[in-house]
C-alpha cells in the first residue's frame, strides 16, 4: 500500500498575498536540504504537496523540523474510488481501535460526484455497518477522526498519523542575525526562536581560558550542533574574553563589571556581524531576571549597539524557557556544569541601574577599541 507524506504550511505562509511564491519556493528549497541523503521526491496535486520517500519515517521526522511547516501526515494513497475510500477507511478505524470516531471529507477535485458531506456520511454508514464491536460517531470530540481529502488521488490519514512541525516562516527569508550564544537555557532558545521566524543564524561565544575550561567551550558547540539540527548550517564564532575582563577588573569599579563586560559583548557581536555581513545582532535576556537585565541595563548595553539587537525572550519567564528547551532538545546539554564567562566574573553587588553617562565614563579608561579589534582577529570558527 501506497504511503506519503502530506506537508501542511504554516497559515501565515498563505496571508502573504503576491510574495507567497517566495515563501513556498523557500519552503520546497528547505525540505529538499533537510532531506539530502534521503531517496525522495516531492509530488504536487491541487495545491498540496506530497513527499515520496523510501524510508517515510525518517523522511517524516526531518520534514518536521523545518521551520514554515504546521503539520506533517503520513497517509495512505488510494485511487479515486467510493469502494476504495470507505475499505481504507473502514481499516483505519479498526487499527485505531476506539470506540468513537468521525469522518471529515475535503473534496478539491469536484469530478467526483459525491460532495465532502455526503462522502463522509456515505463512508461513515459503511464503517458502522461494518465494524466488529462497539463504535459510534462523535462529530465534537472523536478518538479517531479519519480525514479524506479527494485530489487527483485520494489521501486518507488519522489524527494518529499525525505530526506537529515546528511552524513559524521559511528559513532565510527575514534577514540574518548574530545570536550571542552562552551555554545557558536562555539564549539557544533565542537562537530557536529567531530561527523559526525565517532569521538566519549565526553564533558568537565568549570564551574566558583558562578560567572556563574546554568542556564549557564543547557545550557550547554541542548546543550551535542542535540548533543546526533546525537551519542546516550554523557558523559559531568562539571570541576570546579573557584579556578584555581583566582589564575591566583591574581599571573598573566591581559593581560595574557586569553592564561593562555585556557592553563589550555588545560590540564585539555587531564587530563579528560586520565582518560577516549579518544584519543584527540577539540575546536570550529576559527582562528582570537577571541583574543586569534591568530596563536600565538592556538601554545601556544597546548604547554600543550599531544594528538592531533583539531579545526573542524578553517577556517569558523561566518556565517558559525551559518547555521551549525541552521541546528543541537544548535542555540536558545546557543544565551541564560547566560555567561560562557570564557566571565567572560576577561582582558580589551587581549594578542593578546604571546610568549611561557614568558607565562610558568608567570605561573609558579602557583601551576600547583595541581590545575589541583584538578579540575579534584572534576569534577560531567553527562550522556545523
Not at 463512508?123 to 478518538?143: A, C, I, R, S, T
Not at 574574553?241 to 559593581?255: G, H, L, P, S, V
Amino acid at each position: 500500500m501506497n504511503r506519503l507524506i502530506l506537508v501542511k504550511y504554516a497559515s501565515e505562509i498563505f496571508l502573504k498575498g503576491q510574495n507567497r511564491g517566495k515563501f513556498e519556493k523557500q519552503l520546497r528549497n528547505n525540505i529538499k536540504l533537510k532531506l539530502k541523503g534521503l531517496d525522495f521526491k516531492i509530488i504536487s496535486d491541487q495545491g498540496r504537496y506530497f513527499i515520496e520517500a523510501e524510508n517515510i519515517e525518517e523522511a517524516a521526522d526531518r520534514v518536521r523540523r523545518v521551520f514554515g511547516i504546521a503539520e506533517v501526515c503520513i497517509v495512505t494513497v488510494i485511487e479515486r474510488d467510493m469502494q476504495a475510500i470507505k475499505e481504507e477507511s473502514l481499516r483505519k478505524v479498526i487499527e485505531a481501535n476506539q470506540k468513537t470516531f468521525k469522518i471529515e471529507t475535503n473534496r478539491a477535485n469536484k469530478l467526483f460526484q459525491t460532495d465532502s458531506l455526503g462522502t463522509s456520511r456515505e463512508v461513515g454508514g459503511y464503517v458502522l455497518n461494518n465494524f466488529q464491536g462497539e463504535l459510534k460517531v462523535d462529530v465534537k470530540n472523536p478518538e479517531c477522526r479519519v480525514n479524506i481529502e479527494i485530489r487527483e488521488k485520494v489521501y486518507i490519514y488519522t489524527n494518529k498519523d499525525k505530526i506537529k512541525g515546528a511552524g513559524g516562516l521559511p528559513y532565510g527569508m527575514n534577514g540574518s542575525t548574530m545570536l550571542m550564544l552562552s551555554g545557558g537555557l536562555d539564549s539557544p532558545v533565542a537562537g530557536y526562536q529567531m530561527a523559526r521566524r525565517g532569521v538566519e543564524l549565526h553564533c558568537v561565544y565568549y570564551h574566558s581560558h583558562p578560567y572556563t575550561s574546554e568542556r564549557a567551550k564543547d557545550k557550547v558547540k554541542d548546543l550551535a550542533k542542535i540548533l543546526s539540527s533546525y537551519t542546516e548550517k550554523v557558523n559559531l564564532y568562539v571570541v576570546p574574553f579573557t584579556e578584555i575582563q581583566m582589564e575591566i577588573m583591574d581599571k573598573c569599579r566591581e559593581d560595574e563589571l557586569t553592564i561593562i563586560m555585556r557592553r563589550f559583548m555588545m560590540r564585539i557581536a555587531c564587530g563579528v556581524a560586520e565582518k560577516n555581513g549579518v544584519q543584527s545582532v540577539c540575546s536570550g535576556e529576559s527582562i528582570g531576571q537577571v541583574a543586569s537585565q534591568t530596563m536600565e541595563g538592556l538601554i545601556v548595553s544597546d548604547d554600543c549597539a550599531d544594528r538592531p539587537a533583539f531579545r526573542p525572550l524578553i517577556a517569558m519567564d523561566k518556565e517558559d524557557i525551559i518547555k521551549v528547551a525541552r521541546e528543541i532538545g537544548t535542555f540536558e546539554t545546557s543544565i551541564l556544569p560547566y560555567e561560562d564567562c557570564c557566571t565567572i566574573f560576577v561582582p558580589k553587588h551587581p549594578k542593578i541601574k546604571p546610568k549611561l553617562e557614568l558607565i562610558r565614563k568608567s570605561e573609558s579608561v579602557l583601551a576600547i577599541d583595541e581590545l575589541v579589534e583584538k578579540a575579534i582577529n584572534d576569534m577560531e570558527l567553527f562550522k556545523f
